[in-house]
């Protein structure tokens, strides 16, 4: 009998031997098993669990189970497009997993997928499948969509059906209110979540909300008394010519050398009437008087000035017409209080908003002055006029402290009784307003005034007139709470160079003063 | 014989350099100072195991908080990163030299960032899915929670945006919050209030820090 050669059991030996080394390595990787994938789920393991479940479907693509958990482990993991896949399969492969349905509304609400999610509800609802969160899941779909009223029933149900969601139905139904701006209504459901568990973090929520309610209330109030007390040093309170030579020449007199400086004191108030309007309607009046006291001059400089305004206008989303007038009357001391002007504005504005914190407006409107106060050949120099007075403007609000530019252009004509006075003018304006840092904002403005007068005037030497008026304002507003607002200080300047030395003059106003609001 | 010490010495030199730089990125950039109840670490290559108290953080570390936990982590410099419950987070790249960026992959939940040193010309940064949030030294909250990602900004300016969007940088004052919703929606900052900041610190402070915080505003 031929013996086995010696090195060929070595060989199989080694061969066994290395089997027995490597299969434990190839065993090692732990197998798709959907029960360790479940307990990696339940553990908070999802990267784990994803991990496992991911090779256990491609192993079994029929497994409802894994599906669900997957999906499950992916939302966890706030994947939720991946998650929305695995939740669907988990809810239409048989057997359906029952909470399936429920988890996939959620994912596709959490993308905003809400007609999917509409269906999947109604499959939800025929099954009667946890009521108490369809319904709960059904309100906060209504209410991304704008269907406050609906949600709010549907949050209802959802607090009937289980008492577990009375507290997030009730911030969410506040929420609600909020956006129907029923305010009051929304505060008390924000009392209410709060009441329930005051440290949860929902009752933190509705502590937030209604915070926002209350400012949110007093912002949209329907009528807004605004009062302002300033007092002012005005340096040129008669604005006076710089150089009066002309009539020093013609009279013999310093006929303009007065004391123009003066202590001024200013008081304004202002009733704003913005009610909330159902459909596309927009509404606001006001009604705002002001008056000024001289330290001197006062029986012949003090102005009572009374404005009215109404502004009725549609609103289709980002564009808005509105039909824009008001009406001011002016009553000057001489030396009891008579009434010496009247000007009106009535004509069309046009708001767009082309992005958001970004406002065009375009308007034009018939404007008109009346001065009552008797002058000789009014053919010549009385001042009352018809006209345009149109602008076109840019707002743009910026950064979340409430920053604001403002770009305006403007262009009038005026067509006056007296001949002097036809003219037409170009108004260039910049605001701007800087964020509010510790209750600060602080102003800076500037415009630039061009008017070309028509007619030449032979009182002087048949000179067309010609003004460039240049204004510059500054101010620091300190904003103490939402009532009241203190300005201190104000500076404002007016430099009118024009060709007829009279209309030639230069003025600054210093101010301090208070804005109150209720 | 002097030729063979020669290639030797250079051998070892080589050797010498080579290995300096992977010592210096294999040492902890910082360990766990606090933990509160289930929290793991997973190292680069390594399955997740029990995060300790104590336990050394390196680069490349993920520290996943579970529900009802949370874990504050002390960089070698002072600095602190606080993880709320449901977070995970990877310290990806931690450098406190001058001119480097420091910056963590938050992948779901909340982190307190309290960045009291940082070198100059650096930087420490908070990425989520959609968002990217920096600051130069303040508390720094961010969050990734159901799609949206936030920067919180207590003291101190900082600045974030949208990781598609990243020519739309936005300054974040203290007190104001960065908000993205979607990764194709742009950066949104709006003011936050004293109670929302309250809210997001306790989050993720471990509750010894709340402690010390509380006996430290008596």
């Known amino acids: 009998m031929r013996k086995i050669p010696a090195p060929v059991p070595s060989m199989a030996v080694l061969f066994m031997l290395c089997l027995l080394i490597l299969t434990p390595c190839a065993f090692g990787q732990e197998a798709p098993d959907l029960q360790a994938g479940i307990r990696h789920y339940q553990a908070e393991n999802y990267e784990e669990a994803i991990d496992i479940l991911t090779k256990y479907r491609q192993k079994d693509p029929s497994s409802s189970m894994a599906a669900f958990f997957l999906g499950m482990s992916y939302k966890q993991a706030n994947d939720i497009p991946s998650a929305e896949g695995q939740l669907r399969d988990a809810a239409t492969l048989t057997p359906p997993v029952r909470q399936a349905p429920v988890e996939l509304i959620d994912v596709l609400y959490q993308q905003g997928k809400f007609e999917e999610a509409k269906q999947w509800i109604g499959v939800a609802e025929t099954n009667n499948l946890f009521p108490a969160k369809i319904a709960f899941l059904k309100g906060m779909i209504a209410a991304s969509e704008g269907r406050y009223q609906q949600a709010i029933e549907a949050f209802d149900q959802a607090k009937n059906l289980d008492a577990a969601y009375t507290q997030s139905a009730d911030l969410q139904i506040g929420v609600c209110y909020m956006n129907l701006r029923k305010y009051d209504m929304a505060k008390q459901r924000f009392q209410t979540a709060i009441t329930q568990d005051p440290l949860s973090d929902l009752g933190s929520f509705a502590r937030r909300y209604q915070d926002l309610v209350e400012e949110r209330s007093f912002l949209e109030r329907p009528l807004r008394l605004t009062v302002g007390l300033m007092a002012q040093y005005d340096t040129n309170i008669l604005s006076e010519p710089t150089w009066n030579g002309f009539w020093l020449q013609r009279t013999g007199t310093d006929f303009w050398e007065r004391d123009e400086k003066s202590f001024k004191y200013l008081t304004t108030a202002r009733l704003d009437y913005v009610p909330i309007l159902k459909g596309p309607f927009t509404f606001n009046a006001s009604y705002a008087a002001a008056a000024s006291f001289q330290e001197k001059y006062s029986t012949s400089y003090d102005l009572i000035a009374n404005t009215f305004s109404a502004n009725p206008g549609l609103s289709f989303g980002r564009f808005m017409v509105v039909l824009a007038g008001n009406y001011t009357h002016v009553m000057k001391r001489n030396p009891g209080y008579q009434r010496y002007s009247e000007n009106y504005t009535v004509g069309p504005l046009l708001r767009y908003m082309p992005a958001p914190n970004h406002i065009l407006e375009l308007s034009a409107g018939y404007a008109g002055k009346n001065y009552f106060e008797a002058v000789t050949q009014p053919q010549l120099w009385d001042q009352s006029s018809r006209g345009l007075d149109s602008y076109i403007a840019w707002y743009w609000m910026f950064g979340a402290r409430g920053g604001l530019l403002n770009l305006k252009y403007g262009f009038s004509t005026e067509s006056a009784h007296g001949a002097y006075f036809d003219n037409r003018g170009h108004r260039f304006t910049v605001n701007f307003m800087s964020p509010k840092y510790w209750l600060i904002r602080a102003q800076v403005g500037g415009e630039m005034f061009l008017q070309d007068y028509q007619n030449p005037n032979a009182t002087f030497d048949n000179t067309k007139r010609s003004d460039q008026t240049y204004t510059l304002t500054a101010g620091i507003y300190w904003d103490i709470n939402r009532h009241l607002t203190i300005i201190a200080p104000q500076y404002m300047k007016t430099r009118v160079f024009s060709n007829i030395f009279l209309y030639d003059y230069d003025r600054n106003v210093y101010s301090v003063g208070l804005e109150l609001r209720f | ?218």
């Open chain 2, 1 to 218: 014989m002097k030729r063979t010490i020669t290639v030797a010495v250079a051998v070892l030199l080589t050797a010498i350099m080579m290995l300096v730089p992977l010592a210096v990125l294999a040492a902890p950039v910082g360990k766990i100072s606090q933990i509160e109840g289930n929290v793991d670490i997973t190292r680069a290559g390594q399955a997740a195991m029990k995060a300790l108290l104590g336990d050394p953080v390196n680069q490349g570390d993920i520290l996943r908080a579970k529900s009802k936990s949370k874990a504050e982590v002390t960089f070698t410099d002072g600095n602190i990163l606080r993880l709320a419950e449901g977070t995970r987070v990877r310290i990806t790249k931690y450098d406190n030299r001058e001119n480097q960026k420091s910056y963590m992959d938050l992948f779901r939940g909340k982190t307190q960032s309290v960045v009291k040193n940082l070198q100059k010309g650096s930087a420490y940064e908070v990425h989520t899915a959609t968002s990217i949030a920096g600051v130069r030294g303040t508390i720094l909250i961010n969050f990734f929670i159901n799609g949206v990602s936030g920067a919180v900004l207590k003291d101190g300016p900082g600045y974030g945006y949208n990781k598609n969007m990243p020519g739309d940088v936005k300054t974040i004052a203290p007190g104001q919050a960065m908000i993205v919703t979607a990764p194709d929606q742009k950066p949104i900052v709006k003011p936050a209030t004293a109670a929302e900041i309250d809210q997001h610190i306790n989050d993720t402070t471990p509750a010894k820090d709340q402690e010390k915080i509380g006996r430290a505003h008596v």
